[in-house]
């Protein structure tokens, strides 16, 4: 117990807690950028409503989200400790700096693991907070005609202050009452400074991953001749580019062309 003790408190072992967390946190990142891409839908918020319902009131779901968090707070402090110990063992810079193979991004992660941890506090401030404790979310009813499959939209008010959403069939037509989260999304993304904040926290996301991924790889000693290309590919093109990119454009989408 000891030994296994000393391994997880060495600096091998917080990188290897570090690689473990990042790489299930890039899972939950693949997920989220998927769901939030119902924003692009034109169905008056209906997909996205339903699918944070899902991930807020389905019981497996909120048990991983836990998980998740913590992984989040993990992966936060083992990384402050890590660039504050490199730090202490160079407190005093080279006059000449020498030349080194080590990315801007591998340099900085620190800083940018900051950007996003900062990022990710107001963020779930602002939705996930509001959305599970608060009243500030109002929500919508959405009437579809199962013959025709037209949906329309209404506000409602609920009878009870517990409500949390129903889904309920009447004469045909399927009636679906949930918190309407689109609603707040489509606010908060008409600040041009959220915007902003959210499209330089997906910037440093871009470059947090693009060093992040690949070297989640090399401390868990996975590795090989064949296979370490697809890893740097996948982590630069999907992972540094695509994510990043269909995350940004979002708040961009809903600030220039939302009428909502």
Known sequence: MSE?????????????????TGLFLCTFIIVHVGGNLLLFSNDNGFG??????????????????????????IHALYGLILTIKNRKSRPVGYAIQPKADASWSSKNMGLLGSILFLFIVIHMGDFWYKYKYTNAVAFKEYRTD????????SD???????????????????I???????????????NVWYVLLYVIAMG????????????AFRTLGWVHRKYTPIVYAVGTWFFA?????AFALMPLYYFFFYKG
């Open 241 to 245: 580019v695509i994510i990043p990119v």
């Open 176 to 190: 679906v009452r949930v918190k309407d989260l689109h609603a707040r999304v489509a606010h908060s993304f008409s």
């Open 204 to 215: 440093a996301l871009s470059f947090h991953l693009l060093h992040g991924f690949q070297s």
């Open 48 to 73: 996205f409503n339903v699918y944070a319902n899902f991930l807020t009131h389905f019981p497996p779901i909120e048990v991983v989200a836990w998980i998740l968090y913590l992984c989040i707070a």
């Open 156 to 174: 409602y008010t609920p009878a009870s202050a517990d409500f949390n959403h129903s889904v309920s069939t009447e004469n045909n037509v399927e």
């Open 146 to 153: 199962l013959a025709t499959g037209q949906t329309t939209v």
């Open 4 to 20: 296994f003790k000393q391994t997880f408190n060495s600096s091998l072992g917080k990188k290897l807690i570090m690689a473990l």
